[in-house]
C-alpha cells in the first residue's frame, strides 16, 4: 500500500477491483464504510461476482475475469477524451513530456520487437530519447507526436465504450457510469484510492493490470495524497515483511537483487545498479545502492566481507535465469532434478495450481521437511484419503520430517502490515507439546550443517562457516537480537561529516536509520528499508501512541513505518509545484520556503525545493512513469490481453493466446484445455468466514462455512439441470473436483464478444485435514502459467466444464 | 452523532456500574448475593492480557490475549480469550470472524505437538526425537549440497548455485525469524527459495 | 469538529481483568417470568440499545464468532445446502445468524444483498417471558435487557411460541432455552456486547437507546441522501420497542429480509395460555416446585403440545369472533 489503512477515510471514492476487502479484509474495509458515512464517500464495485463488497457499494458493474487492463483503458482514455484530467499534476509529476524513440511502436496485439521463437520482446525501442546531456528529452508543451502523452493517447485510443463492452462483458452504461464516477476524482480536491488484491495479480498479465490503475491514478493526481494511493491488500500478516527481507528467489533484502551470472563480481554488480538521474538535479535514491548493499553484506558475513574480497560477494549464488520461482522450482520437481524441499507454514499442495502436477513433483523428492503449527494437505500428500487425496501411498519414496512449530501467540517480533506498519508483538502463551519457535528450527539444522562443514569440508563451505552467527545463545537468537541486526549498527566509529573531530555513533551502537550506512565497510544491516526499527531510542516497533494530530489517521508515534516512519509514500506529491496542498483540507506536507513541514515523514529530503527535485525520489526521472521503458517484459504501456484460457479470443490478434511474453513449460502447455472443450469460465477466491487453509482446523470458523462449494448462475444451472445444495463435479484439462452447488443471483452470465459467458466460481479453503468436511480447492483445476514479469499463476481465470454429480467418497476406515 | 456524545453515553452507563450500591448496602448477604447474581461472572477477571498481532491478513489488527498465567513471570500460560485491542489505530477493537475465533486456532485439535517421521513408503506417520530428527535433515541437506552445488558456470564464474533443494518461507512468520531463515537459506547458496508472494 | 470521526463504538476501553462487582442484581429486574408481586427497583438503569445498521453490514459473521467465543458455545459443524447461512438456522448453541437474502429490487433492476443479523431483539414488552410459566426463568432488567436463567428454567418451549421473532431455541444436550443474553455479563462490568465489539464496519453498536436513536437519524439521512427513500429505524411498537434496533434501506418492507415481521406482536395464543391453560396447568402440576425441580420432571418432554396450541388457538378464535360480532 503507498498509503496506511487509516487514511481510506480520507477519499472521496473507493474502487474496488480485482479484490474483495470487504470479505478479505473486513477490519481494514471498515475505513472505507467510515469514509462513506463521514465524507459521503462513494464506493464502486467492478468484480465478476457480486461479491460482500459490492453488497455495500453504491456502484456494481460486472466484468469478465482477465479484462481488466481493457476496461481501465477504456476508462484512461474516458478521463482523457473528457479533459478529466488533474493537467497540473500529470504535466509535472508524470513523464508524459518525455520524448520515445522512433522505432518504438503497437500493433496487432503486439509492441514492436516479438520474437515468436524466443517469446519475447527486443525492448531497446521502449525508450527515451537522450540528449548529449545526457539526460532525456522532454517537450513540456506535450506537443510533440513523440511524447509519452501523445503515444499514450494513440495506444488508448481503440479503449472505447463499446470495445470495453465487447470484451469485458460490462453493459456499456454501467461502463460508462464507472467511468464517469472515476473522472470525478481529477479534481484536485477529490480523490480516489484503489483497493486491489490476488484479483489483479494472479494473472498471466497481473502486473500490468496494476501499472494500469497505477497510470489512471497518476493522471487524476491520486498518488500521496490524502485518500488516494495504489493499495494493494496482501494476503498474508507478514507477506509484506517476507518480500521486504527479500525471502525470494529473485531478491536480497531491501529490494536489492541477487546477483545473476552477468555480475561478474562486485564493481560489475553495482555498475548497473547505480541508477544516474536521467533529469537534472533529481534524486534517483538508488544511488545509495552501494551503501546498503556494503553495509548487507557485513551483516551476513561480519568480518568475511572486506574491500578486498568485493564484501564477501562471491558468497551469493548468482542466477542463470530470472528467479527459481515455485512454477520452475515444480517443474525441475517433475522432472526429478529436485531433491529436498523445506515448507515453512506452508502448504504448495493447495496453494499452486494443478494440484497433480504438485502432488507429483512431491513424490519424487527424497526428502520433505514441513515446519508448521497445524497439519498440512502438503505434509500428509502421500497419504490416501479417497477422491480427495487419491495417491498410491507405497509408491511414494519421499521421506517426510513433519515438524511441529509454534504459532503467534506463542513468540515475540514483530509482522508488517500491507501499510507497511511493522508492529512487534510479545509471547502470551507456552508452546503446546514440543512445538519450536521457527528460529530455534531454522538455527538447528543450520548449526548442524555448519558442524558437519567444520568437521567434513565439503562443496565450498565458506558463506556457511562465515555466516555472522553471533547470538548470546546460538541455538535461538532471540527476536531483540535479530531485529537489532535488522536495524544494523556502526562497526567502527562513525564521525560527523561536518566535524570530522566529532562522533556520530560510536563502534557498537545502533545506527539510527539508513541515512548513517556507509560503503565503506565500517557500518552493518539486514535490511536498509527497516533501519530505524531498533535504534538507540529502543524498540521502535513496539511504540504505541495512537495520537493522531488534526485526525489525518496518519498516526506517526504507532509502532514504526518503513522507511523512516513515513506512512504514505511520495507524500510530496500531495502539494502542487510550489509545495502548496492541492487541497488544503486533506494537507499531508508543504513548503514552508525554507523545508517540508505537516503530517508525515517527508518523501523527499527536507530542504528540496519543490521546483527542483521531483517526487519520485527513487526513479531516475524524478516523475512517475506512464511509460515503463524496457522495464516490463511484456509492454511499456498495458495492453490488453486474454487469459490462457479465456472463453473468448483477443479481440486485437485472433490468434495470440494468453501474454505472448509469458513463460510456459512444455508439459503444462500440452494441459491447456480449449472453450470447446471447458466452455465456463471459472475464478478463485477466498470468503470471509475464512483463512485460506489455516481456518479448517478452527471449529468456529467451520461451523461458519463448513463445506466446499462452487457458485453458478440461475442460468447456468437451468442449462445443466444443478439443482441448489445438490452435487456437482467440475473438472479441467488438469483435474477434477466435486463440490456442493450454490446458485446465485450474484453471477451472472456475461455476453462477450457477442457471445454468452458463464462464470464458476470456486472458493479455496478446503482439503482433507481439520475440522471442516473435506473438500477440494480451485488449484486442483487451475492452470501452470505464470505472470510474464513475476510468475504468479494465474488463478483468477482458466477454464472448466461442471455437471450435476453425486457426493465424493473418502477413503473406507482401514480394519 | 458522533464518537463524543456516544462515549459520553456509554460512560454514563459505566459509570452507573461504577456507582452501583454494593450487594450489602441493598440489604443482602454475600451469599444471597451470590445466589440472585443471574448474570455470568465476567470471565476475563484475573486473567493475564499480552498485547498481540493477528497472524491473518495484512490489516494486522491489534488484539489482546487473555491468558490464564504469565509467560513473563515464568508460567505455563493457556490462552482463555482473545479480543480486538480498542486502542489500535486500524481495527479499533474490532475483530472479523477469523479474529474473532483466534483461540480456536492456537487450541486447534489439529495443532502438531511432536516431530514426525514417515519413512519412504510408509502409510504412516511415526514420532522422532528433535535431535534424530535435525540431525537427519542437516545430513541429508549437507549431502544433497556436496552432490549438487554448482561452484562454477560453463565460462569458468563462481555462481555457487544450489538448486537440488529448496524452500518455502512463511509469511505468516515475524521479520525477524524471517532474517534468521533467510541467512540460512542464502548461506548455503539455495536459489528456489521463495514465499507466499509468489502467488 | 472534523467529519471524519470515528463511528459511534461499542468498546470505549478494553476490558477489565480486575475482579468488579456486577452492575445487574435482581434488584434491577422490572419483570420476572410467572411471577406476580416483584418489588420495583430503587434505581432506574439507562435503557441500552444495539443498533444493527443492515446498510454498512458486510455478511462476515464475525459477531456469530465473536459470540460463539464469548458464550463458550459449540456450534455443530453442519453442511453446504446452497446458501451462506451457516449454521442454517439459530441454534441452542448459535445466538445470532447472518440471514443473507438476494434480492432484486423491482424499482431499479438491481440485485441487493440484503445480509440481516438475527437474534434475540429484547423487546422491551417480551413475549418469551410472558408466555414463560418457570418463575424467574426469564427476567427484564431496567436497561431493557431480557435474559434466560438457565437453572429456572424447565425447557418446555413456551418462550418459543410466545416470541413473535421467533428466537430461543431448546437445547438437546440440557432441554433448556437458550438465546441472545446481550451479553449481559459484559455490559454488568460497562462493556458493549461481543458482537459489537467485533463488528468490523461497525454495523452494529450498542449504547444507550437514546444514543442510538440518535446515531440512527444520522445513517438514515445518509441512506436517504443516496437514494434510499424509505431507510428507516425498526424499533416495532407492537412490542413495545426493541432494544436491539435495525437500521433498514428499505424500512417500508422488512419482510424482504429474511422475514423480518412487520408488526411483530406478542402472539394472542400466548396470552390466552396465559389466563386458561398455563397457570391452571402449572398448579397443577405444582407451582411452588423449584424450577429446577419441575425441569427434572418434564424434562425435554414438557413442550407445547400440539393439543394445547390447538386448544388455545380455538380460544384465540373464539374471542376474535367475538370482538368482531361485537
Same mark, same amino acid.
Given at each position: 500500500?503507498?498509503?496506511?489503512?487509516?487514511?481510506?477515510?480520507?477519499?472521496?471514492?473507493?474502487?474496488?477491483?480485482?479484490?474483495?476487502?470487504?470479505?478479505?479484509?473486513?477490519?481494514?474495509?471498515?475505513?472505507?464504510?467510515?469514509?462513506?458515512?463521514?465524507?459521503?464517500?462513494?464506493?464502486?464495485?467492478?468484480?465478476?461476482?457480486?461479491?460482500?463488497?459490492?453488497?455495500?457499494?453504491?456502484?456494481?458493474?460486472?466484468?469478465?475475469?482477465?479484462?481488466?487492463?481493457?476496461?481501465?483503458?477504456?476508462?484512461?482514455?474516458?478521463?482523457?477524451?473528457?479533459?478529466?484530467?488533474?493537467?497540473?499534476?500529470?504535466?509535472?509529476?508524470?513523464?508524459?513530456?518525455?520524448?520515445?524513440?522512433?522505432?518504438?511502436?503497437?500493433?496487432?496485439?503486439?509492441?514492436?520487437?516479438?520474437?515468436?521463437?524466443?517469446?519475447?520482446?527486443? =525492448? *531497446? *525501442?521502449?525508450?527515451?530519447?537522450?540528449?548529449?546531456?545526457?539526460?532525456?528529452?522532454?517537450?513540456?508543451?506535450?506537443?510533440?507526436?513523440?511524447?509519452?502523452?501523445?503515444?499514450?493517447?494513440?495506444?488508448?485510443?481503440?479503449?472505447?465504450?463499446?470495445?470495453?463492452?465487447?470484451?469485458?462483458?460490462?453493459?456499456?452504461?454501467?461502463?460508462?457510469?464507472?467511468?464517469?464516477?472515476?473522472?470525478?476524482?481529477?479534481?484536485?480536491?477529490?480523490?480516489?484510492?484503489?483497493?486491489?488484491?490476488?484479483?489483479?495479480?494472479?494473472?498471466?498479465?497481473?502486473?500490468?493490470?496494476?501499472?494500469?490503475?497505477?497510470?489512471?491514478?497518476?493522471?487524476?493526481?491520486?498518488?500521496?495524497? =490524502?485518500?488516494?494511493?495504489?493499495?494493494?491488500?496482501?494476503?498474508?500478516?507478514? !507477506?509484506?515483511?517476507?518480500?521486504?527481507?527479500?525471502?525470494?528467489?529473485?531478491?536480497?533484502?531491501?529490494?536489492?537483487?541477487?546477483?545473476?551470472?552477468?555480475?561478474?563480481?562486485?564493481?560489475?554488480?553495482?555498475?548497473?545498479?547505480?541508477?544516474?538521474?536521467?533529469?537534472?538535479? &533529481?534524486?534517483?535514491?538508488?544511488?545509495?545502492?552501494?551503501?546498503?548493499?556494503?553495509?548487507?553484506?557485513?551483516?551476513?558475513?561480519?568480518?568475511?566481507?572486506?574491500? %578486498?574480497?568485493?564484501?564477501?560477494?562471491?558468497?551469493?549464488?548468482?542466477?542463470?535465469?530470472?528467479?527459481?520461482?515455485?512454477?520452475?522450482?515444480?517443474?525441475?520437481?517433475?522432472?526429478?532434478?529436485?531433491?529436498?524441499?523445506?515448507?515453512?507454514?506452508?502448504?504448495?499442495?493447495?496453494?499452486?495450481?494443478?494440484?497433480?502436477?504438485?502432488?507429483?513433483?512431491?513424490?519424487?523428492?527424497?526428502?520433505?521437511?514441513?515446519?508448521?503449527?497445524?497439519?498440512?494437505?502438503?505434509?500428509?500428500?502421500?497419504?490416501?484419503?479417497?477422491?480427495?487425496?487419491?495417491?498410491?501411498?507405497?509408491?511414494?519414496?519421499? #521421506?517426510?520430517?513433519?515438524?511441529?512449530?509454534?504459532?503467534?501467540?506463542?513468540?515475540?517480533?514483530?509482522?508488517?502490515? *500491507?501499510?507497511?506498519?511493522? &508492529?512487534?508483538?510479545?509471547?502470551?502463551?507456552?508452546?503446546?507439546?514440543?512445538?519450536?519457535?521457527?528460529?530455534? !528450527?531454522?538455527?538447528?539444522?543450520?548449526?548442524?550443517? $555448519?558442524?558437519?562443514?567444520?568437521?567434513?569440508?565439503?562443496?565450498?563451505?565458506?558463506?556457511?562457516?562465515?555466516?555472522?552467527?553471533?547470538? #548470546?545463545?546460538?541455538?535461538?537468537?532471540?527476536?531483540? %537480537?535479530?531485529?537489532?541486526? !535488522?536495524?544494523? =549498527?556502526?562497526?567502527?566509529?562513525?564521525?560527523?561529516?561536518?566535524?570530522?573531530?566529532?562522533?556520530?555513533?560510536?563502534?557498537?551502537?545502533?545506527?539510527?536509520?539508513?541515512?548513517?550506512?556507509?560503503?565503506?565497510?565500517?557500518?552493518?544491516?539486514?535490511?536498509?528499508?527497516?533501519?530505524?526499527?531498533?535504534?538507540?531510542?529502543?524498540?521502535?516497533?513496539?511504540?504505541?501512541?495512537?495520537?493522531?494530530?488534526?485526525?489525518?489517521?496518519?498516526?506517526?508515534?504507532?509502532?514504526?513505518?518503513?522507511?523512516?516512519?513515513?506512512?504514505?509514500?511520495?507524500?510530496?506529491?500531495?502539494?502542487?509545484?510550489?509545495?502548496?496542498?492541492?487541497?488544503?483540507?486533506?494537507?499531508?506536507?508543504?513548503?514552508?520556503?525554507?523545508?517540508?513541514?505537516?503530517?508525515?515523514?517527508?518523501?523527499?529530503?527536507?530542504?528540496?525545493?519543490?521546483?527542483?527535485?521531483?517526487?519520485? !525520489?527513487?526513479?531516475?526521472?524524478?516523475?512517475?512513469?506512464?511509460?515503463?521503458?524496457?522495464?516490463?517484459?511484456?509492454?511499456?504501456?498495458?495492453?490488453?490481453? #486474454?487469459?490462457?484460457?479465456?472463453?473468448? %479470443?483477443?479481440?486485437?490478434?485472433?490468434?495470440? =493466446?494468453?501474454?505472448?511474453?509469458?513463460?510456459?513449460?512444455?508439459?503444462?502447455?500440452?494441459?491447456?484445455?480449449?472453450?470447446? #472443450?471447458?466452455?465456463?469460465?471459472?475464478?478463485?477466491?477466498?470468503?470471509?468466514?475464512?483463512?485460506?487453509?489455516?481456518?479448517?482446523?478452527?471449529?468456529?470458523?467451520?461451523?461458519? &462455512?463448513?463445506?466446499?462449494?462452487?457458485?453458478?448462475?440461475?442460468?447456468?444451472?437451468?442449462?445443466?439441470?444443478?439443482?441448489?445444495?445438490?452435487?456437482?463435479?467440475?473438472?479441467?484439462?488438469?483435474?477434477?473436483?466435486?463440490?456442493?452447488?450454490?446458485?446465485?443471483?450474484?453471477? $451472472?452470465?456475461?455476453?462477450?464478444?457477442?457471445?454468452?459467458?458463464?462464470?464458476?466460481?470456486?472458493?479455496?479453503?478446503?482439503?482433507?485435514?481439520?475440522?471442516?468436511?473435506?473438500?477440494?480447492?480451485?488449484?486442483?483445476?487451475?492452470?501452470?502459467?505464470?505472470?510474464?514479469?513475476?510468475?504468479?499463476?494465474?488463478?483468477?481465470?482458466?477454464?472448466?466444464?461442471?455437471?450435476?454429480?453425486?457426493?465424493?467418497?473418502?477413503?473406507?476406515? *482401514?480394519? | 452523532?458522533?464518537?463524543?456524545?456516544?462515549?459520553?453515553?456509554?460512560?454514563?452507563?459505566?459509570?452507573?456500574?461504577?456507582?452501583?450500591?454494593?450487594?450489602?448496602?441493598?440489604?443482602?448477604?454475600?451469599?444471597?448475593?451470590?445466589?440472585?447474581?443471574?448474570?455470568?461472572?465476567?470471565?476475563?477477571?484475573?486473567?493475564?492480557?499480552?498485547?498481540?498481532?493477528?497472524?491473518?491478513?495484512?490489516?494486522?489488527?491489534?488484539?489482546?490475549?487473555?491468558?490464564?498465567?504469565?509467560?513473563?513471570?515464568?508460567?505455563?500460560?493457556?490462552?482463555?480469550?482473545?479480543?480486538?485491542?480498542?486502542?489500535?489505530?486500524?481495527?479499533?477493537?474490532?475483530?472479523?470472524?477469523?479474529?474473532?475465533? +483466534?483461540?480456536?486456532?492456537?487450541?486447534?485439535?489439529?495443532?502438531? +505437538?511432536?516431530?514426525?517421521?514417515?519413512?519412504?513408503?510408509?502409510?504412516?506417520?511415526?514420532?522422532?526425537?528433535?535431535?534424530?530428527?535435525?540431525?537427519?535433515?542437516?545430513?541429508?541437506?549437507?549431502?544433497?549440497?556436496?552432490?549438487?552445488?554448482?561452484?562454477?558456470?560453463?565460462?569458468?564464474?563462481?555462481?555457487?548455485?544450489?538448486?537440488?533443494?529448496?524452500?518455502?518461507?512463511?509469511?505468516?512468520?515475524?521479520?525477524?525469524?524471517?532474517?534468521?531463515?533467510?541467512?540460512?537459506?542464502?548461506?548455503?547458496?539455495?536459489?528456489?527459495?521463495?514465499?507466499?508472494?509468489?502467488? | 469538529?472534523?467529519?471524519?470521526?470515528?463511528?459511534?463504538?461499542?468498546?470505549?476501553?478494553?476490558?477489565?481483568?480486575?475482579?468488579?462487582?456486577?452492575?445487574?442484581?435482581?434488584?434491577?429486574?422490572?419483570?420476572?417470568?410467572?411471577?406476580?408481586?416483584?418489588?420495583?427497583?430503587?434505581?432506574?438503569?439507562?435503557?441500552?440499545?444495539? /443498533?444493527?445498521?443492515?446498510? @454498512?453490514?458486510?455478511?462476515?459473521?464475525?459477531?456469530?464468532?465473536?459470540?460463539?467465543?464469548?458464550?463458550?458455545?459449540?456450534?455443530?459443524?453442519?453442511?453446504?445446502?446452497?446458501?451462506?447461512?451457516?449454521?442454517?438456522? /439459530?441454534?441452542?448453541?448459535?445466538?445470532?445468524?447472518?440471514?443473507?437474502?438476494?434480492?432484486?429490487?423491482?424499482?431499479?433492476?438491481?440485485?441487493?444483498?440484503?445480509?440481516?443479523?438475527?437474534?434475540?431483539?429484547?423487546?422491551?414488552?417480551?413475549?418469551?417471558?410472558?408466555?414463560?410459566?418457570?418463575?424467574?426463568?426469564?427476567?427484564?432488567?431496567?436497561?431493557?435487557?431480557?435474559?434466560?436463567?438457565?437453572?429456572?428454567?424447565?425447557?418446555?418451549?413456551?418462550?418459543?411460541?410466545?416470541?413473535?421473532?421467533?428466537?430461543?431455541?431448546?437445547?438437546?444436550?440440557?432441554?433448556?432455552?437458550?438465546?441472545?443474553? /446481550?451479553?449481559?455479563?459484559?455490559?454488568?462490568?460497562?462493556?458493549?456486547?461481543?458482537?459489537?465489539?467485533?463488528?468490523?464496519?461497525?454495523?452494529?453498536?450498542?449504547?444507550?437507546?437514546?444514543?442510538? @436513536?440518535?446515531?440512527?437519524?444520522?445513517?438514515?439521512?445518509?441512506?436517504?441522501?443516496?437514494?434510499?427513500?424509505?431507510?428507516?429505524?425498526?424499533?416495532?411498537?407492537?412490542?413495545?420497542?426493541?432494544?436491539?434496533?435495525?437500521?433498514?434501506?428499505?424500512?417500508?418492507?422488512?419482510?424482504?429480509?429474511?422475514?423480518?415481521?412487520?408488526?411483530?406482536?406478542?402472539?394472542?395464543?400466548?396470552?390466552?395460555?396465559?389466563?386458561?391453560?398455563?397457570?391452571?396447568?402449572?398448579?397443577?402440576?405444582?407451582?411452588?416446585?423449584?424450577?429446577?425441580?419441575?425441569?427434572?420432571?418434564?424434562?425435554?418432554?414438557?413442550?407445547?403440545?400440539?393439543?394445547?396450541?390447538?386448544?388455545?388457538?380455538?380460544?384465540?378464535?373464539?374471542?376474535?369472533?367475538?370482538?368482531?360480532?361485537?
Amino acid at each position: 500500500m503507498t498509503n496506511a489503512w487509516t487514511d481510506i477515510k480520507n477519499t472521496d471514492l473507493v474502487v474496488v477491483m480485482g479484490g474483495n476487502a470487504a470479505e478479505a479484509h473486513p477490519c481494514g474495509f471498515k475505513w472505507v464504510t467510515e469514509a462513506k458515512a463521514h465524507r459521503g464517500a462513494k464506493l464502486i464495485v467492478v468484480d465478476p461476482r457480486y461479491t460482500r463488497t459490492a453488497s455495500v457499494s453504491d456502484y456494481y458493474a460486472p466484468i469478465r475475469q482477465g479484462s481488466d487492463i481493457a476496461f481501465l483503458n477504456g476508462v484512461m482514455k474516458y478521463c482523457i477524451d473528457n479533459g478529466k484530467v488533474q493537467w497540473e499534476y500529470m504535466k509535472a509529476f508524470t513523464n508524459a513530456s518525455y520524448i520515445v524513440k522512433d522505432g518504438f511502436g503497437y500493433q496487432d496485439g503486439l509492441f514492436t520487437g516479438y520474437n515468436e521463437e524466443k517469446r519475447d520482446y527486443d =525492448r *531497446s *525501442s521502449w525508450d527515451y530519447v537522450i540528449g548529449e546531456d545526457g539526460f532525456a528529452v522532454t517537450d513540456p508543451t506535450l506537443e510533440h507526436p513523440r511524447c509519452v502523452w501523445n503515444l499514450l493517447k494513440e495506444h488508448l485510443a481503440p479503449y472505447t465504450p463499446e470495445l470495453v463492452s465487447q470484451v469485458c462483458g460490462t453493459p456499456k452504461e454501467k461502463f460508462l457510469k464507472v467511468a464517469e464516477m472515476i473522472a470525478e476524482c481529477s479534481s484536485p480536491t477529490k480523490t480516489m484510492t484503489s483497493m486491489y488484491a490476488l484479483g489483479w495479480t494472479q494473472h498471466s498479465k497481473g502486473s500490468q493490470n496494476i501499472r494500469a490503475m497505477a497510470m489512471l491514478q497518476l493522471i487524476l493526481g491520486n498518488i500521496g495524497v =490524502r485518500g488516494g494511493g495504489m493499495n494493494a491488500l496482501r494476503g498474508h500478516s507478514n !507477506i509484506q515483511g517476507l518480500t521486504d527481507l527479500g525471502l525470494m528467489s529473485h531478491l536480497l533484502t531491501g529490494y536489492l537483487t541477487m546477483p545473476t551470472e552477468k555480475d561478474t563480481d562486485f564493481e560489475t554488480y553495482m555498475s548497473t545498479r547505480l541508477f544516474k538521474p536521467l533529469r537534472p538535479g &533529481q534524486t534517483s535514491y538508488w544511488q545509495n545502492y552501494k551503501k546498503f548493499m556494503v553495509s548487507f553484506q557485513k551483516a551476513m558475513w561480519g568480518d568475511a566481507a572486506t574491500a %578486498e574480497n568485493g564484501w564477501a560477494f562471491n558468497y551469493l549464488p548468482k542466477l542463470d535465469v530470472p528467479a527459481y520461482d515455485i512454477l520452475r522450482m515444480f517443474e525441475l520437481m517433475n522432472h526429478g532434478k529436485v531433491n529436498g524441499y523445506i515448507c515453512q507454514g506452508f502448504n504448495p499442495i493447495l496453494a499452486f495450481p494443478n494440484r497433480a502436477k504438485i502432488t507429483s513433483s512431491l513424490s519424487k523428492l527424497k526428502f520433505m521437511v514441513t515446519m508448521d503449527p497445524l497439519e498440512t494437505e502438503t505434509s500428509r500428500f502421500w497419504e490416501n484419503h479417497g477422491d480427495f487425496n487419491d495417491v498410491d501411498t507405497a509408491s511414494i519414496q519421499t #521421506e517426510v520430517f513433519q515438524l511441529p512449530s509454534t504459532c503467534f501467540a506463542e513468540e515475540d517480533g514483530s509482522l508488517t502490515n *500491507s501499510g507497511r506498519w511493522l &508492529q512487534w508483538h510479545w509471547q502470551a502463551s507456552s508452546p503446546p507439546g514440543e512445538a519450536k519457535h521457527d528460529s530455534w !528450527i531454522i538455527a538447528q539444522i543450520f548449526l548442524r550443517m $555448519r558442524e558437519l562443514y567444520r568437521k567434513e569440508g565439503g562443496a565450498f563451505p565458506d558463506p556457511i562457516l562465515n555466516l555472522s552467527w553471533e547470538y #548470546e545463545d546460538e541455538n535461538e537468537p532471540t527476536a531483540e %537480537e535479530l531485529a537489532k541486526e !535488522i536495524n544494523g =549498527r556502526a562497526l567502527t566509529d562513525l564521525m560527523d561529516p561536518t566535524d570530522p573531530t566529532k562522533v556520530l555513533v560510536a563502534a557498537g551502537k545502533q545506527v539510527v536509520n539508513f541515512s548513517q550506512l556507509k560503503d565503506d565497510g565500517s557500518t552493518m544491516s539486514g535490511c536498509w528499508i527497516y533501519s530505524g526499527c531498533w535504534n538507540e531510542q529502543g524498540n521502535n516497533m513496539g511504540r504505541r501512541d495512537n495520537h493522531d494530530p488534526d485526525e489525518t489517521g496518519a498516526y506517526l508515534g504507532w509502532t514504526f513505518a518503513w522507511p523512516l516512519n513515513r506512512r504514505t509514500l511520495y507524500n510530496r506529491a500531495s502539494a502542487d509545484i510550489n509545495g502548496k496542498p492541492w487541497d488544503p483540507t486533506r494537507k499531508l506536507l508543504e513548503w514552508d520556503g525554507a523545508k517540508w513541514t505537516g503530517y508525515d515523514v517527508p518523501d523527499i529530503a527536507p530542504t528540496a525545493k519543490p521546483q527542483d527535485v521531483g517526487p519520485f !525520489i527513487m526513479n531516475q526521472e524524478g516523475v512517475s512513469r506512464l511509460f515503463t521503458r524496457g522495464m516490463m517484459r511484456d509492454g511499456p504501456f498495458p495492453a490488453h490481453m #486474454e487469459p490462457f484460457e479465456s472463453p473468448v %479470443e483477443n479481440v486485437f490478434n485472433r490468434k495470440m =493466446r494468453g501474454n505472448p511474453v509469458a513463460r510456459v513449460f512444455q508439459s503444462d502447455a500440452d494441459q491447456l484445455g480449449t472453450s470447446a #472443450e471447458f466452455p465456463y469460465a471459472a475464478t478463485s477466491y477466498r470468503l470471509t468466514e475464512h483463512f485460506h487453509y489455516w481456518t479448517k482446523h478452527n471449529r468456529v470458523n467451520s461451523a461458519l &462455512q463448513p463445506d466446499f462449494f462452487v457458485e453458478i448462475s440461475e442460468e447456468l444451472a437451468a442449462e445443466k439441470k444443478i439443482t441448489n445444495g445438490g452435487w456437482v463435479r467440475v473438472w479441467s484439462k488438469r483435474g477434477s473436483v466435486k463440490a456442493k452447488a450454490v446458485v446465485t443471483k450474484r453471477i $451472472r452470465p456475461l455476453i462477450c464478444d457477442g457471445k454468452p459467458v458463464h462464470i464458476v466460481g470456486i472458493p479455496l479453503h478446503w482439503g482433507f485435514t481439520g475440522s471442516a468436511k473435506k473438500g477440494f480447492g480451485p488449484n486442483s483445476l487451475a492452470a501452470f502459467v505464470g505472470d510474464a514479469n513475476i510468475e504468479t499463476p494465474e488463478s483468477k481465470a482458466f477454464l472448466v466444464n461442471i455437471e450435476p454429480s453425486t457426493a465424493p467418497k473418502d477413503k473406507e476406515a *482401514s480394519v | 452523532m458522533n464518537m463524543d456524545l456516544s462515549r459520553r453515553g456509554f460512560l454514563k452507563l459505566a459509570g452507573a456500574g461504577v456507582a452501583a450500591t454494593s450487594m450489602g448496602a441493598l440489604g443482602f448477604g454475600e451469599a444471597e448475593a451470590a445466589e440472585i447474581a443471574h448474570v455470568r461472572p465476567f470471565k476475563l477477571a484475573m486473567t493475564t492480557e499480552t498485547r498481540q498481532t493477528c497472524p491473518y491478513c495484512s490489516v494486522a489488527c491489534g488484539i489482546i490475549i487473555y491468558s490464564k498465567g504469565d509467560v513473563r513471570k515464568g508460567d505455563k500460560a493457556e490462552v482463555v480469550h482473545i479480543e480486538g485491542d480498542v486502542d489500535h489505530p486500524t481495527n479499533r477493537g474490532t475483530l472479523c470472524p477469523k479474529g474473532a475465533a +483466534l483461540k480456536d486456532f492456537v487450541k486447534s485439535p489439529t495443532r502438531l +505437538l511432536y516431530p514426525m517421521h514417515r519413512k519412504p513408503g510408509s502409510d504412516k506417520f511415526e514420532r522422532m526425537s528433535w535431535d534424530e530428527a535435525l540431525d537427519r535433515i542437516a545430513r541429508l541437506m549437507k549431502d544433497d549440497r556436496d552432490a549438487n552445488l554448482l561452484l562454477k558456470n560453463e565460462k569458468g564464474l563462481d555462481v555457487n548455485r544450489w538448486t537440488t533443494t529448496g524452500m518455502l518461507a512463511a509469511s505468516a512468520t515475524s521479520n525477524e525469524t524471517a532474517w534468521a531463515t533467510f541467512k540460512f537459506a542464502k548461506s548455503i547458496g539455495m536459489v528456489g527459495f521463495d514465499n507466499q508472494a509468489r502467488v | 469538529m472534523a467529519n471524519t470521526m470515528d463511528s459511534p463504538r461499542t468498546a470505549v476501553s478494553n476490558p477489565p481483568v480486575q475482579p468488579m462487582e456486577t452492575n445487574l442484581t435482581q434488584r434491577d429486574l422490572i419483570r420476572r417470568s410467572a411471577t406476580s408481586e416483584l418489588p420495583q427497583p430503587e434505581r432506574q438503569l439507562t435503557p441500552v440499545a444495539k /443498533l444493527i445498521d443492515v446498510s @454498512k453490514c458486510i455478511g462476515c459473521k464475525a459477531c456469530q464468532s465473536a459470540c460463539v467465543e464469548w458464550n463458550d458455545t459449540n456450534p455443530v459443524i453442519g453442511e453446504n445446502v446452497g446458501y451462506y447461512t451457516n449454521p442454517h438456522d /439459530l441454534t441452542a448453541d448459535m445466538f445470532t445468524l447472518m440471514r443473507f437474502t438476494e434480492w432484486v429490487n423491482p424499482e431499479t433492476d438491481n440485485l441487493e444483498w440484503l445480509i440481516r443479523k438475527d437474534g434475540c431483539m429484547h423487546c422491551a414488552d417480551p413475549g418469551c417471558l410472558k408466555a414463560c410459566p418457570a418463575p424467574g426463568a426469564i427476567v427484564q432488567y431496567s436497561n431493557g435487557i431480557v435474559d434466560f436463567v438457565h437453572d429456572n428454567c424447565i425447557g418446555c418451549g413456551y418462550c418459543v411460541k410466545g416470541c413473535p421473532f421467533n428466537i430461543p431455541r431448546i437445547s438437546k444436550a440440557d432441554h433448556r432455552a437458550y438465546k441472545c443474553t /446481550l451479553c449481559s455479563d459484559r455490559v454488568a462490568v460497562g462493556q458493549g456486547p461481543a458482537c459489537a465489539k467485533a463488528c468490523p464496519t461497525q454495523a452494529i453498536v450498542f449504547g444507550t437507546k437514546e444514543d442510538m @436513536k440518535k446515531h440512527a437519524e444520522g445513517r438514515i439521512a445518509d441512506l436517504k441522501s443516496r437514494g434510499y427513500a424509505n431507510a428507516g429505524l425498526y424499533d416495532p411498537p407492537g412490542v413495545g420497542g426493541t432494544h436491539v434496533m435495525y437500521v433498514l434501506h428499505h424500512n417500508d418492507k422488512p419482510q424482504i429480509y429474511a422475514d423480518l415481521p412487520v408488526d411483530p406482536k406478542i402472539s394472542a395464543v400466548v396470552q390466552t395460555w396465559k389466563g386458561a391453560t398455563k397457570y391452571a396447568g402449572l398448579a397443577v402440576m405444582g407451582l411452588a416446585a423449584a424450577g429446577t425441580i419441575l425441569h427434572g420432571l418434564f424434562g425435554n418432554a414438557n413442550r407445547v403440545s400440539k393439543h394445547e396450541e390447538e386448544e388455545a388457538q380455538e380460544a384465540v378464535d373464539h374471542a376474535e369472533k367475538r370482538v368482531e360480532d361485537a
